[in-house]
């Protein structure tokens, strides 16, 4: 099984007060590879000046993630993460995510908003780059459900509270659908600038020390489009720390 981000948004989130969009579409170079005529990238960074917003977007991916992740958890009883933007007086508006990805060579969209400690919205889309769309499931107070979710209306009546995401109930009652996307979201990978030393004396010295893990080094390395040259150059660095 494969998974590949496309495209994230939030929306009413911490600093965000508007649509924050992150793509990972590009034109085809050698940076990208391409999943069934979409071109993405294998790798991307987030830069800017700061206070300009590259925590909180980051901050808003691993929201999205854990809230799907946690929700059904009732031993652990986590709040919706209703962080609304901070600067406006008043402000009641629900926080939106999405994510597109696509998931085996299938294209996804996929959506949800909360208020308060409540999930008001939550759909799954699919769909192709022609532009058909397929719902596989839309819920509201209530849901209607797509083929692939046909056998999952009582994990809705009976399983989903209003403050749990049905994708992420549907994955703990074994939907075969809802099983691979939650799957899927585990192979995201973030990397903060700020955070990475702690790894970094320790990865340096595999990297010396063990040539299987110096093997695996390099290959993630390539596969995340990060080696800017050959072996030679990655040591030279590595031994200059």
Not at 39 to 52: D, E, M, Q, R
């Amino acid at each position: 099984m494969s998974f590949h981000l496309i495209e994230f948004s939030v929306n009413n989130f911490r600093i965000f007060k508007d649509k924050a969009v992150f793509s990972m579409s590009a034109h085809k170079s050698r940076h990208t590879f391409s999943v069934r005529g979409e071109n993405l990238l294998k790798t991307s960074l987030i830069y800017g000046p700061n206070a300009s917003g590259k925590s909180t977007l980051l901050k808003a991916v691993l929201t999205m993630i854990n809230t799907i992740f946690y929700s059904t958890e009732l031993e652990k009883r986590v709040p919706l993460p209703y962080q609304k933007f901070l600067f406006l007086k008043g402000n009641k508006k629900p926080i939106e995510w999405e994510i597109i990805f696509a998931l085996s060579e299938r294209f996804f969209k996929y959506r949800f908003s909360i208020y308060e400690d409540e999930v008001l919205e939550e759909s799954l889309v699919e769909f192709t780059l022609s532009g058909k769309e397929k719902l596989q499931f839309k819920r509201g107070k209530k849901i209607n459900l797509g083929a692939e979710f046909k056998g999952a209306k009582d994990i809705f009546e009976e399983k989903t509270r209003k403050d749990v995401l049905f994708l992420s109930a549907a994955a703990q009652w074994n939907n075969e659908l809802a099983l691979k996307i939650v799957t899927g979201l585990k192979m995201i990978s973030l990397i903060r600038a700020d955070r990475s030393e702690q790894y970094g004396h320790s990865t340096v010295q595999m990297f010396k020390s063990d040539a299987k893990k110096r093997k695996k080094i390099l290959n993630f390395l390539k596969r995340a489009d990060f080696l800017r040259s050959e072996e030679r150059r990655v040591g030279k660095e590595c031994r200059s720390r």
